[in-house]
């Protein structure tokens, strides 16, 4: 029999034909892409709204009254990155303004600061072209769209000019940009078997910052070790070189760099900041709000023991955690580790803010590309919806002064992770099963005698 997640061969007597999965109707796909375009307008609209009536009518001032993050600190962080440079040049450690990122990002920030132009101006005009240029590979790339184009169509201009997560990290000047870039690449090279150009992409990646380095668990569910050794050794020497250059010696540079990561924990990481945390999507943003909710206000250094007994007791889950849901993907189709690997990057960091949403883009891609050429997907609103939601700002959730849209965020993520491991989604995209564009060209050739239902 053929399920909706095997590929099964028949020997007919002339040949062996592989048979692909059942197909989902063109109907179904329809409405799950129309309730998909329903979710990310309408939630998309109702935020906006929301924000004006309270910035026009109300006349509320921030968080009520726009639904990204404070206007006043548009782009800082670009802005304190160049005043960290600044303070390089003339050989000065320390200050108020610290460093969270590993040392190549700090040539990042160097170049940028270096342009003679309006290095705002050059980082939204990448960021813009990034995105469309995404948005036109996918298109290309959904070649089975037929009777769906429409509706396929709508879908990817709603993606695009309703997303929030790539205002978000638009507004905020996050170089979130950069490993998306790199990882997007990556996996476009996986996809076409490039594996070592994948792992290199992967690797350059995890120099900017370091969690896109689990994508490599792709390569190690391969086997291919010598493609994630080589990874490794890109960030190792990169960081080693970016660190020299730095200066004054790699000693001294990575000491800096590692007081500057102790200020960020205590400044951001052990204090509960009811204005960020409502951007933040990590699990222990939702630790966070259970302390503060079920112990209410305290003095900043109470509150600072509290969450670091919570921090050191969530990092234990973690690694616990993470290792153990990659044994569990380990023999799942590639589409399913992506989901697995992307959502672990995305709520294992102690403060994982909405900038690096822009990662659900991957899985909204892939799983666009699964949905439509392979017809195989039998529940996609159960994913779909998710990924609408996740597209959209939540600045109508708030109660008080404290906003829970990312903890919302964090637990649709979970879902995500859940239904991932749930469902199986071999997929063309990755060579799991015969692609659609040589199977329509295809026919069986079945002999006298046997029905076709015999299939």
Sequence with gaps: ????????????????????????????????????????????????????????????????????????????????????????????????????????????????????????????????????????????????????????????????????????????????????????????????????????????????????????????????????????????????GSLFWIGPTIGKAYSALAADQRVFLHKFVLTYDPRAIHFDHSLFSCLKQAVRLGLGWSTAAVMESRLLTAYVLYMCFAVVFGIACLIYFWRKPVLNQLFAVTILMLVLPPISYDYTLVAIYFLWGAFMIHLLNDRTMKRPLMFLVPLAILMTPHSFLRFGNVGCGGQLNALLLLFLLAAAARIDMPSSLFGELPSSRNLQFEKLQIPIGVHANAL
């Design 1 to 240: 029999m053929v399920t909706n997640q095997t590929q099964t061969k028949f020997n007919l007597g002339l040949r062996v034909v592989s048979v692909r999965p059942t197909a989902v109707v063109t109907g179904e796909l329809r409405s799950a892409l129309s309730t998909y375009c329903a979710v990310l307008a309408g939630l998309t609209m109702l935020a906006w709204a929301s924000a004006g009536f309270s910035q026009f009518a109300l006349h509320l001032p921030f968080p009520w009254n726009w639904p990204l993050f404070d206007p006043s600190g548009r782009f800082s962080d670009l802005t304190e990155n160049f005043a960290r440079i600044q303070l390089l040049w003339r050989g000065e450690w320390g200050g108020p303004v610290i460093f969270v990122y590993p040392a190549p990002a700090l040539l990042v920030f160097a170049f940028l600061s270096k342009l003679n132009a309006q290095p705002i101006a050059v980082f939204l005009t990448l960021c813009c072209s990034v995105y469309l240029a995404a948005a036109v590979l996918l298109r290309r790339a959904i070649t089975q769209a037929g009777k769906l184009a429409i509706s396929l169509n709508v879908a990817l201009c709603l993606t695009v000019l309703c997303s929030y997560p790539a205002l978000f990290q638009m507004d905020r000047g996050n170089i979130e940009i950069l490993p998306f870039v790199f990882v997007l690449a990556g996996i476009t090279c996986f996809a076409m078997r490039f594996y070592w150009a994948a792992a290199i992409l992967f690797g350059i990646a995890g120099c900017i910052k370091p969690f896109p380095l689990l994508f490599l668990f792709l390569s190690f569910s391969k086997k291919l070790y010598r493609q994630a050794f080589l990874a490794g050794a890109i960030v190792f020497f990169v960081n080693l």
